[in-house]
Every structure is written in structure tokens, then in C-alpha cells.
């Protein structure tokens, strides 16, 4: 038989120190783990707001030619996703351009034409 008797003075840290080695080892690298975590969600965080990484993914915004002398009145969706442009130049007359999603010009109706 062996001789495993426990000493009631003795304390229990050092009756299982291996065991504890172990919680020890793994509960810092829990905390190191976390701790990267945290640092690398910190650094993605800073890079969404730079410069290179907004021009690679957002798409570029049609360049939409309006007139020379007129003000725009309204800006419109309309169906098909086509972009209508109401303006009004410097004589009063009123337009309507038509344009494409993607900028292009499609026509202009003069809505006060058959007047």
C-alpha cells in the first residue's frame, strides 16, 4: 500500500500545484487572447475610415452634366432607376433631362411645349 495520508496543515495550493500550474497557464493566455482581440478589432476600426479602403468599395457617383444657366428645381428617381432632373434656366422656362443610372443623357421634355 502507499502512504497517502494528507496533512490537515498542509495548504491545498501547495498539495496541487501542478493543477494549478495549469489554471494558471491557461487563464493568461485566455487574457493575452482577449486582449489581441480587442487590439486587432481596434486597428480594423481605424482602417474603415481611410481613404484607400472607402474608394475600393463604394461605387463612384454618376457625373451628371446639367445646365449652363439653369437651377435645379427637383431631382427625382424615376422608374427603371433613371434620374429626372427638373430645371428651370434663366428666362423661366422650365425642363425635364432624363438620365440613365448610370449618367448618361437619355432627352428632355419641354413641359410647356404645346402651350
Known amino acids: 500500500m502507499t502512504n497517502d495520508t494528507i ?3 498542509e495548504h491545498p495550493i501547495r ?3 501542478g493543477i494549478v500550474t495549469v489554471v494558471v497557464t491557461l487563464g493568461l493566455l485566455i487574457i493575452l487572447g482577449l486582449g489581441g482581440l480587442v487590439y ?3 486597428m ?3 482602417g474603415l475610415g481611410s481613404e ?3 474608394s475600393s468599395t463604394a461605387p463612384a457617383a454618376p457625373q451628371i452634366p446639367v445646365a449652363d444657366s439653369g437651377a ?3 431631382v ?3 422608374p427603371s432607376g433613371r434620374i429626372l432632373i ?3 434656366d434663366a428666362d423661366g422656362r422650365e425642363t425635364v433631362r432624363v438620365y440613365d443610372r448610370d449618367g448618361a443623357f437619355l432627352f428632355e421634355i419641354d413641359p410647356g411645349a404645346g402651350q
Open 72 to 74: 435645379i428645381q427637383s
Open 40 to 42: 486587432g478589432m481596434a
Open 44 to 46: 480594423k476600426a481605424q
Open 7 to 9: 496533512d490537515p496543515n
Open 76 to 78: 427625382t428617381n424615376g
Open 52 to 54: 484607400e479602403a472607402t
Open 86 to 88: 427638373e430645371m428651370r
Open 15 to 17: 498539495a496541487n500545484k
